[in-house]
């Protein structure tokens, strides 16, 4: 495949770390001989393109003579991102993701290279740890760095005041795709922008998708669609194992799973990191003494999940389980049913929304159920309500605070002793902006088009206050995202899924259980089909004990598999 060198001058792309070595290391001669076991090595000629953008097929190249340029390619115009010489090898994030290529790659200087397939390139970063070291930090701080420049080919237009916008923003960060957002209330270019791709504000949020496709108000589907997040799994193939649910729980299953060999394909409604990735900062997570974001804790867990060789479909929720065949189907939105030896749901829960009749016009526009950065740059110095008195509530209060004016937590009891850790409540007792109200709830919510006014009452005299504050973080608690399992699964009175001796004899004849043993720890009453995290009865409702079932489940997994 050959294309002339463009006209267009090529301008460096300037790197923001500190140490570029880390983002291109230069591998030795030891290291390239162990890559080329794994792959082929071949000529290359100047103006050869070896990987163009939107390219399904991702190779992984080390160049061993010559010279190969990265470009970033908008219309007519490239801009070269790095020129990568001997020794040095091409690649980001969606190499181990295996999403479409968002670069080309042209050769710039005759020579050879060493090229791998993506199957090739997992073989080698999980069997040389090494390598595996340097690479997968590699391309995560390339991916960091195309984010930072915002290279991927993907504009968001819309209104930082828009619930659609904060959700597809939210997407895509957590997916950790690039994206260039353009603001309507700030940014003078977005009209002319918007008059450009024939779409009217009435269509916003619009996303640009590559060079040609806009998306109108696009579903979460929509986007990964148009991105190619799912492409490359294949949904018809009968795996080991299905883990339904990427939260902190279906990771360390999909972690353990594919580590130790089985075949495994994780299913996703929303983003991988679950309630866990809408954490600012998680303190009691075993070897964090500082804390970690959700973000990044799950993050971390996505990337070692598929560096390992599991499938994760994002945006691709069960619909429903079908347990009364031969064998376990599990049913996709919009999608053929998945087929599965063993499953392990691991759904978690999902926010309690209060009853307020009007909630949901300001979801994503003053509403929040997560505080993350994301959340914290909206409100930067403003005064905000936090509802709830639980550890994430606590949390979001301690982290709010230092950015906000004020941050008011409204709890129904008396306090909150009863219901959040010690470590939380004296960080609230100390922290001077925070200001606690008890036996409060909120009764209404004012604004037209997003909120600008809450109007809370004390049930002790029954007074209620109206305030000016346009920003209010939910952290009422969850209920179990169980319903899909319903005349499959035996669930208990609060739609927890049932497990192992928390099973009743009428559970296990409701299910015609087969075997002459009892059912698992972690086994549901379907054999071969585990409940881990906050999905399940009995769970404690922490990250380290959703990463904790997730991981036992396997080691039962593999019983059930054992002929
Ligand atoms: C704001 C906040 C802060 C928290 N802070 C802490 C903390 O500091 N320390 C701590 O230990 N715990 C904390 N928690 C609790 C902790 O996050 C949860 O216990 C943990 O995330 C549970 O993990 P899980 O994998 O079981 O479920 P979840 O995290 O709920 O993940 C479930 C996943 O399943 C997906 N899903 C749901 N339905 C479907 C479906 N039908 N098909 C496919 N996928 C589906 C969801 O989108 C989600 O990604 C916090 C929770 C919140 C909300």
Redesign the pocket.
Known sequence: MDTPDPATTLTPFPITVSRPERVFPKLTPAQLARVEAHGRRRSTTRGEVLLDVGDRIVPFFVVVSGEVHVLQVSGSTETLIVSHGPGSASGEANLISGRPSMARLRVSEDGEVLELTRDQLLALVQTDAELSEILMRAFILRRLELIAHDVGGVVVIGSTYSAGTLRIREFLTRNGHPFHFIDLDRDADAQELLDRFHVSVADVPVLICGVETVLRNPTNAQIADCLGFNENVDQTRVNDLVV????????AAAVYGASEGLSVLV???????????????????LGFPTGIS?LDLTGRAYAQALKFGAHVMVA????RLACDGQRYTVE?DGGPKVPARTIII??????RKPALENLSMFEGAGVY???TSMEAQLCRGDEVVVVGGG??AG??AVFLAQTTRRVHVLVRRDGLGATMSRYLIRRIEETPAIVLHPYTQVVGLEGSGRLERIRWRDDRTGDVETHDIGHVFM?TG?VP?SR?LSGCIALDDKGFVKTGPDLSADDLAAAKWPHTRSPYLLETNRPGIFA?????GG?V??????VG??SIAVALVHQVLRP
């Not at 339904?244 to 990771?251: D, E, R, S, T």
């Not at 691709?316 to 619909?319: H, L, N, S």
């Not at 409702?541 to 959703?546: L, P, W």
């Open positions: 339904v649910g990427a939260g902190p729980a279906g990771l299913l996703e409604s929303n983003v991988p990191g679950g309630q866990a990735g809408s954490s600012s900062r998680i303190e009691n997570y959700g691709k929720g069960a619909t996709i691991a759904t978690g829960a999902e926010y159920y997560g505080a550890n994430s949390q979001a952290m969850a995202n899909w881990v995290g906050d999905v399940r769970n409702k922490r990250v380290a004990s959703a079932e997730g």
